[in-house]
């Protein structure tokens, strides 16, 4: 994930739940995201935490269009509440950064850690019918440990195929430096 899909998907959740009675303007979704560029600016470039209003209508639009939020106008203001679908949807989108992306990664477990609980309630309390398999799904998307597992996991199998390449590369050295000895030619040496 971009960072600046990052905070928008951060923005739109804090916003939820900050707004969760009212429903959140497109201004208080902005405020989010900036307060949350702030915390990034050290680590991305500052065209990464820049938002229009215009990126972040039409985010909260692709949302609506796709039913994972519901628009509703009031006293001249259009305001945004997430549906549970919605909240499921942004939280799976937190949770499937690329294994290269670790920009994002401290702040998402930040976030998941003190969102989590927050988060939970609000979807549970939009109404009943809240299957058991969603239950489980909420569970380990909310899980900031298992986040910060899978990411270790992550690096793990990373280190290994690095040490891998590096033994290859030092084998293939060796057998280069030992042909050359040899006196082999060098298109000899490249094409073993």
Not at 34 to 47: K, R, T
Request: charged share 30%; glycine share 6%.
């Amino acid at each position: 994930m971009k960072p600046f899909d990052l905070l928008l998907t951060v923005s739109a959740l804090a916003s939820q739940s900050n707004f969760t009675a009212r429903g959140f303007r497109l201004k208080d979704m902005r405020f989010v995201f900036e307060l949350c560029a702030n915390w990034l600016s050290a680590v991305l470039p500052p065209v990464q935490v820049r938002v229009h209003n215009t990126q972040v209508q039409r985010y909260m639009r692709d949302l609506v269009r796709g039913g994972f939020a519901k628009a509703q106008e009031r006293g001249g203001q259009t305001r945004f509440h997430l549906t549970r679908m919605g909240l499921l949807e942004l939280l799976q989108r937190l949770n499937n950064q690329e294994q290269g992306d670790y920009t994002g990664f401290h702040f998402t477990y930040y976030f998941l850690r003190t969102y989590g609980p927050r988060l939970r309630a609000m979807i549970e309390m939009e109404g009943s019918g809240f299957a058991k398999s969603l239950q489980l799904e909420l569970k380990a998307l909310l899980d900031h440990q298992r986040f910060l597992t899978q990411r270790l996991e992550q690096l793990d199998r990373k280190i290994e195929r690095l040490k891998v390449r590096m033994k290859e590369t030092e084998e293939t050295a060796e057998l280069a430096d030992r042909l050359q000895r040899q006196g082999e030619s060098v298109e000899q040496i490249i094409e073993r």
